[in-house]
């Protein structure tokens, strides 16, 4: 297993600054993830983070609104860049601790409001 | 191409009732499926795994799912629901690759 907190838990910001979401692992995790949980929606990966390798992002979302930092095996950074009221949201870290399909372990989430 | 569904986007029930929320999955190869559960203002938590060993799962809190094949289902279902049990529940499947694809989500209401 793996427990992961999340700084800071939440956070109400202006449009057009940056906010950096840190994720903190207790153990040493190849595969991390963050996703994004919309009001009400259920999970949207947004890239995957490995240690060593560049972010891989999915369709719909970029490095330049969301550069990702993983600067070792329990750490890892998302920020959300130039913010708008739709940037609105619940951000998960995740990590899969194990080989393959296995179990996935998230965070508290940090939860952004902007105005 | 892997997808989840999960049928009905709330469930309601009275406490001490059965509890039954639907998932199914579409994918070209026996996934490997979890029920995750998202208790208000934390993040998800694993309540149970199917990984192709017995077909009927027990999980935490009481919880259990069975892996159908032939009806691409993995129901959960507790028979007893306690007023603890409301929060929003997530189906989800992996093939093996990098990605868990997560259902929609079902909140579940329980009545006293």
Request: a positive charge; hydrophobic letters at 35%; one cysteine or more.
């Given at each position: 297993?793996?427990?992961?907190?999340?700084?800071?838990?939440?956070?109400?910001?202006?449009?057009?600054?940056?906010?950096?979401?840190?994720?903190?692992?207790?153990?040493?995790?190849?595969?991390?993830?963050?996703?994004?949980?919309?009001?009400?929606?259920?999970?949207?990966?947004?890239?995957?983070?490995?240690?060593?390798?560049?972010?891989?992002?999915?369709?719909g979302?970029?490095?330049?609104?969301?550069?990702?930092?993983?600067?070792?095996?329990?750490?890892?950074?998302?920020?959300?860049?130039?913010?708008?009221?739709?940037?609105?949201?619940?951000?998960?870290?995740?990590?899969?601790?194990g080989q393959?399909?296995?179990?996935?372990?998230?965070?508290?989430?940090?939860?952004?409001?902007?105005? | 191409?892997?997808?989840?569904?999960?049928?009905?986007?709330?469930?309601?029930?009275?406490?001490?009732?059965?509890?039954?929320?639907?998932?199914?999955?579409?994918?070209?190869?026996?996934?490997y499926?979890?029920?995750?559960?998202?208790?208000p203002?934390?993040?998800?938590?694993?309540?149970?795994?199917?990984?192709?060993?017995?077909?009927?799962?027990?999980?935490?809190?009481?919880?259990?799912?069975?892996?159908k094949?032939?009806?691409?289902?993995?129901h959960?279902?507790?028979?007893?629901?306690?007023?603890?049990?409301?929060?929003?529940?997530?189906?989800?499947?992996?093939?093996?690759?990098?990605?868990?694809?997560?259902?929609?989500?079902?909140?579940?209401?329980?009545?006293?």
């Amino acid at each position: 297993s793996a427990v992961i907190s999340q700084k800071p838990s939440r956070d109400i910001c202006q449009r057009g600054t940056s906010l950096t979401i840190q994720c903190q692992v207790d153990s040493q995790v190849t595969m991390m993830f963050w996703y994004r949980q919309q009001p009400g929606q259920s999970l949207t990966l947004i890239a995957t983070a490995n240690q060593g390798s560049e972010a891989t992002y999915e369709s719909g979302f970029v490095i330049d609104k969301f550069p990702i930092s993983r600067p070792n095996l329990t750490f890892s950074t998302l920020t959300v860049s130039n913010m708008s009221p739709e940037d609105s949201s619940i951000y998960l870290c995740s990590v899969r601790p194990g080989q393959g399909a296995d179990t996935q372990y998230f965070g508290p989430g940090t939860r952004l409001t902007v105005l | 191409a892997q997808s989840v569904t999960q049928l009905g986007s709330h469930v309601s029930v009275s406490e001490g009732a059965l509890v039954l929320l639907r998932c199914n999955y579409s994918s070209s190869v026996p996934p490997y499926l979890f029920w995750y559960v998202q208790y208000p203002n934390q993040g998800l938590q694993l309540l149970l795994k199917y990984t192709s060993a017995a077909t009927l799962v027990k999980g935490i809190n009481g919880f259990e799912a069975e892996f159908k094949k032939s009806e691409t289902s993995f129901h959960l279902t507790k028979p007893s629901a306690h007023m603890s049990d409301a929060a929003e529940y997530f189906c989800a499947a992996n093939t093996g690759g990098f990605k868990t694809i997560f259902g929609a989500g079902t909140r579940l209401f329980v009545k006293a």
